[in-house]
């Protein structure tokens, strides 16, 4: 589990998950979700300058449209919304599923795996490291320190967890699956611009915290008023972890 002295819950008398921190600033909302507002009015003003024509197209002729600027998690988040959507459409429909067990993504919607990247257009060393954990309808990040923000997050996608308008904290409980006590802790709600589903980020004070609890296997279920809104369970956290050790050390270096 993640050690009791890395969170400070809303509940006292247990042991806690790990640690949440939030009064440090963000420098990036799919990161850092406590500026999501000033980053959903930055993405807006993006799509409306790609949607914008500009001089000539490539060919000379027609106008040309600027492209919007790159977003590792949300061409991540893409894939695996899709095709879970694909799978929730398709769950009677033999045939159809058999044609999609041939789509190289049906593999990792069954059998879950990881995704290493910067979080970021254009990251510095060691900035915005995550790890992406995907398996059927569990998703979940772990991700590190980036601009002025010095903690990490773990952050869980569902499209049961609640989408508000603006960034919002709220009370959830956390059980995972080691049989420690269940935690009711302080975590943000939100929804980025462009994504199906609702996020919930347990924000940590440190990535060496989070990273140096990480289990090889473990399950969380987050729940709202005792309704479960996300469930993962992960496989091969050391290796992720090894990973995002690996990406986080190039920041003090760089």
Not at 29 to 43: F, G, Q
Not at 122 to 142: H, I, M, Q, S
Request: glycine share 10%; charged share 25%; proline share 7%.
């Amino acid at each position: 589990m993640f050690r009791a002295d890395l969170i400070k819950p809303l509940v006292r008398g247990g042991a806690a998950a790990f640690a949440l921190s939030v009064s440090a600033p963000a420098a990036a909302c799919s990161d850092l979700p406590n500026i999501c507002a000033a980053n959903a009015e930055h993405h807006r003003q993006m799509m409306d300058i790609a949607a914008t024509p500009q001089q000539g197209g490539p060919d000379g002729g027609g106008p040309r449209y600027a492209e919007p600027p790159a977003d590792p998690m949300r061409d991540r988040m893409s894939v695996a919304t899709g095709m879970i959507a694909l799978m929730q459409q398709n769950v009677d429909n033999m045939a159809r599923r058999a044609e999609m067990m041939k789509d190289p993504r049906y593999a990792r919607y069954e059998n879950g795996g990881w995704d290493f990247f910067q979080d970021h257009a254009k990251p510095a060393p060691g900035e915005y490291c995550a790890a992406f954990y995907w398996k059927k309808d569990g998703l979940v990040r772990v991700s590190g320190p980036g601009g002025d923000y010095k903690g990490a997050l773990l952050t869980f996608w569902s499209d049961d967890i609640p989408q508000p308008v603006g960034v919002e904290k709220i009370k959830v409980t956390l059980v995972q699956s080691d049989g420690s006590p269940p935690q009711t802790v302080e975590a943000y709600n939100y929804r980025l611009p462009g994504e199906a589903y609702g996020a919930i980020a347990l924000a940590v004070p440190s990535v060496e915290a989070l990273l140096d609890n990480m289990l090889d296997t473990h399950g969380f279920d987050l729940q709202i008023k005792s309704k479960s809104v996300a469930k993962v369970d992960w496989t091969g956290g050391h290796a992720a972890r090894d990973r995002l050790k690996q990406c986080v050390a190039r920041r003090a270096r760089g």
